[in-house]
């Protein structure tokens, strides 16, 4: 059965560090493109970072440049985000995505998606 279970958020300091996984099953997902979305309160979704099976540059936003890091380990087919620097604007619930398409600017997502960690920073 194809699923993402994410794990790892929870209650951080800013300036502080957390860092989420996601677990992909499956050889579909495992295999494609994944990554990662958050949505705060009231705000709408928005793209946080993606990386391919393959390598190659990962595509990260602008809002987080320089202080997350996506990263994978496709032995376990299991996505990494190591958030640094953390901010009460980073609070949000995150969610793990696979299926994506992304460029350097850009990440548009898929079909699948966990079912969401939260994260608060608090000040």
């Known amino acids: 059965q194809e699923q993402l279970v994410e794990s790892g958020g929870g209650l951080a300091q800013a300036g502080g560090s957390l860092r989420l996984s996601c677990a992909a099953s499956g050889r579909t997902l495992s295999s494609s493109v994944l990554g990662w979305f958050r949505q705060a309160p009231g705000k709408e979704r928005e793209s946080v970072a993606a990386?391919?099976?393959?390598?190659?540059?990962?595509y990260t936003a602008d809002s987080v440049k320089g202080r997350f890091t996506i990263s994978r380990d496709n032995a376990k087919n299991t996505v990494y985000l190591q958030m640094m620097s953390l901010k009460p604007e980073d609070t949000a619930v995150y969610y793990c995505n696979a299926l994506g398409y992304y460029t350097a600017t850009h990440y548009l997502p898929g079909h699948y998606w966990g079912q969401g960690t939260p994260v608060t920073v608090s000040s």
């Open positions: 990386i391919s099976a393959s390598g190659g540059v990962p």
